[in-house]
Structure formats: structure tokens, C-alpha cells
């Protein structure tokens, strides 16, 4: 397939070129957008053949639901069966942006869409490309994030073309993703509502709107049993391929640690690197020394860390050794996707 790639300035929006993109989607076709996350890869969320072909390019088990996508408040209602006080609260403070919530379906959702559940997940983003985007579609687009299922989510078009080029109609090439982890998720559709997936809006938050805020277990814990309640966090995710292991102590001993098991493995002649931070980049010996951000710039360490773990994809890193962050605010989300994309393997010192 021959892959048309379109760039869209967010401040200048060329509504010939967006209408030709929802065009692709209306007709069952499949185009990959900016959002203020991450690039998401769309598809009409109501036309069960769409859902069918975003699994097959992407690689994605069928069981793994995807987030409907809306610009418009009230297109919300013909896809839930009941739009809660809580979705109303909090679509109030946090749409259009970074949040997903998971409500029970109505039967215009296809069960292809939500990977076989009764519910739903929704999110209005505030990325104005997306939004042009959503509405020139018909008002529903289901979108995954545009990566290669295994692959960290992409944060910028070239990631997109890497994975996706061939594989779908359109990219709309636009800015790089400003908050570059993918939206936080709440289930709404239980009787407590429970954080499945940490982002940009904070447990914190959630629970200043609605009070209780249950978390699942598994977002933090690598031996937790149970299983997740976002089939999509069960997979093993967002995984370089080198070996990636992070290590926690204080800043001192971290040091140390990672000073000796690089200069192991570099002895053994690997393609070694630390993944550090503004404050600890130059206390490294190893070859190759990314920094992340300032420890006290969560927005820049979110912003960041996808772009990194590519990066040591596309120099061959072979071991990976990563500084650990706080799990407080935002601090949440990134130890999620690190601890995933270290398969939970953690050095403590
Ligand atoms: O920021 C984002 O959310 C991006 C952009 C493109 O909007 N999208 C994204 O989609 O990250 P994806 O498919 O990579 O992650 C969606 C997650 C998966 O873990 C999936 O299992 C979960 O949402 N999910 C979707 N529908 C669900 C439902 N009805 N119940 C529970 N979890 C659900
Ligand atoms: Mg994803």
C-alpha cells in the first residue's frame, strides 16, 4: 500500500488536506494523526472492518479494545449507554485533553471496536489537528496509539513513518507530541471509579474532582497476580531491544552501581548506555550518557522518555541502565511505562 503523508501546521490548518484525510476515514481507510499524547492511528470507530484493519497494521491482539476518539461534547451520548455525573465532571475540568474514560457502550459501538466489551473507552483530544481531524471523519474515530504493537507509542511523525509507512492510507505529519505519554485512564463504568492507566492527569486530580479514586493494582506492581483491567497493560509494552534495568537507591549509590555495570558490560564489548539526568549525566564513565530532563521537570522526563527508548533502538543499544524517578504527580506515569518497558526489572541499592 502507498502511504500519502500530509503535513498539517496545528496553528494554520488547511481544510482541503483535512477533509481529504476524514474522507479516507468515512470510506473504511485507516490515516495516523497528532494528538497532544501521542500519535494515535485512526480509524472509523463505528465501522467494525476499520477496527479489523488498525489490529492487523499495527499487529495487535483483537482482544485489546481501542479509545474512541471525539471532538464534540455531545457525540459522546450515542456511543454510551449513560453519560454518568462523574463523566460530566470530568469532562467539565479535563475535555478536551489527555483523559480517557471507560463507560458501558451502547449498541451503536461494534464489539470489534471495544475488543469484545461492554464498555467503552472515550477521550475529546485538545490537539487542534486531532480535533479538525475527528470532526472532518464524521465525529468518531477509534485510534489506538500509531505504533507497532511492542514498540514504544511515537511522539513524533518520523516515528510514525517507521513504523507505519506501507501499512495504512495517510499520515498527517504535524508537531511532535507536547506531553509524550499516552492519556491517563478511568473507568467509570463500576461503581468506584478506578484509575487503569496513569498520564498527564494525576491520581491527585482525579480524586480533588470525584473524591474515592480506586487504582489498579497492577500499574506499579510487576508481581501483582491479578490480571489488568486494561487488557492493553497486560502485554508487554513499550520495549527497547536492548535489556533495559533500572536502578533505585539514593543518587550516590545509583551512581556507583551503574559505573560498575557499565564498564562490565562495555568490557564484554556490548553497546552499553545510561539513560540519567541533568543533575548526574557527567558522574557517568559509560560511552553513552542520554539525559532524560531535570529530575525536577517530570513534564520534560514524560516528554522525553519514548523518544529515548527508540533512540537506543536506533543505536543498537545492547544493556540499558536508567536512573529511577519519584511516584508522586506525573512521576506515576513514567514509572509505569519505564518499569513496562524494563519488564520490572529493578536493581536496588
Ligand atoms: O493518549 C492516548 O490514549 C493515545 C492517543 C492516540 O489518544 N491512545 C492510546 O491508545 O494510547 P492505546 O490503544 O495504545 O491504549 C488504549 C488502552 C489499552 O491499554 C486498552 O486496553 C485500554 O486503553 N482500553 C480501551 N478500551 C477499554 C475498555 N473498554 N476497558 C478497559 N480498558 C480499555
Ligand atoms: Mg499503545
Redesign the pocket.
Known amino acids: 500500500m502507498n502511504t500519502e503523508i500530509i503535513h498539517i501546521d496545528e496553528e494554520n490548518i488547511d481544510t482541503g488536506l483535512i477533509e481529504k484525510a476524514g474522507d479516507i476515514i468515512k470510506r473504511g481507510g485507516l490515516v495516523a494523526?497528532p494528538?497532544?499524547?501521542?500519535?494515535?492511528?485512526?480509524g472509523d470507530a463505528l465501522n467494525p472492518d476499520s477496527s479489523r484493519k488498525i489490529y492487523s497494521a499495527k499487529g495487535?491482539p483483537s482482544d485489546?479494545?481501542?479509545?474512541v476518539?471525539i471532538a464534540d461534547l455531545k457525540d459522546m451520548d450515542l456511543i454510551v449507554r449513560e453519560v454518568s455525573k462523574e463523566a460530566k465532571i470530568l469532562a467539565d475540568r479535563f475535555w478536551p485533553g489527555?483523559l480517557?474514560m471507560?463507560l458501558k457502550?451502547s449498541d451503536r459501538v461494534p464489539y470489534e471496536t471495544?475488543?469484545g466489551?461492554?464498555?467503552?473507552?472515550i477521550?475529546m483530544?485538545v490537539h487542534k489537528t486531532?480535533a479538525a481531524f475527528i470532526k472532518a471523519s464524521g465525529g468518531y474515530v477509534a485510534?489506538?496509539?500509531?505504533?507497532l504493537s511492542g514498540k514504544p507509542?511515537p511522539t513524533a511523525a518520523k516515528y510514525v513513518i517507521q513504523d507505519m509507512d506501507g501499512r495504512i492510507d495517510m499520515i498527517i505529519d504535524g508537531s511532535d507530541a507536547g506531553?509524550g505519554?499516552?492519556?491517563t485512564?478511568v473507568?467509570l463504568?463500576g461503581d468506584t471509579p478506578v484509575l487503569?492507566?496513569p498520564?498527564y492527569i494525576t491520581i491527585e486530580q482525579l480524586r480533588e474532582a470525584l473524591g474515592t479514586v480506586d487504582i489498579d493494582k497492577t500499574i506499579l506492581d510487576g508481581d501483582c497476580k491479578e490480571r489488568?483491567?486494561?487488557?492493553?497493560?497486560?502485554?508487554k509494552h513499550y520495549a527497547p531491544k536492548g535489556d533495559l534495568k533500572i536502578v533505585s537507591g539514593t543518587q550516590e549509590n545509583v551512581i556507583d552501581k551503574i559505573n560498575s555495570l557499565t564498564t562490565e558490560a562495555e568490557t564484554q564489548g556490548k553497546n552499553t548506555c545510561v539513560i540519567a539526568t541533568e543533575e548526574t549525566c557527567k558522574s557517568y564513565k559509560c560511552a553513552h550518557v542520554k539525559s532524560i530532563g531535570s529530575r525536577h521537570d517530570e513534564e520534560t522526563i514524560a516528554h522525553r522518555l519514548y523518544t529515548i527508548l527508540r533512540e537506543c533502538d536506533d543505536e543498537d543499544m545492547e544493556v540499558i541502565y536508567s536512573e529511577s524517578f519519584d511516584t508522586s504527580g506525573m512521576g506515576q506515569a513514567i514509572m509505569n511505562r519505564l518499569l513496562k518497558a524494563a519488564g520490572h526489572q529493578i536493581i536496588e541499592v
Not at 494528538?35 to 485512526?42: A, K, N, R
Not at 489488568?228 to 502485554?235: D, E, I
Open positions: 494523526f494528538t497532544e499524547t501521542v500519535y494515535g492511528l485512526g495487535r485489546n479494545p481501542l479509545i476518539h489527555p480517557t471507560i457502550k471495544t475488543g466489551l461492554d464498555t467503552v473507552a477521550r483530544p486531532a485510534a489506538p496509539s500509531a505504533n507509542s506531553i505519554l499516552e492519556s485512564i473507568d463504568s487503569l492507566r498520564g489488568p483491567k486494561a487488557p492493553g497493560m497486560k502485554y
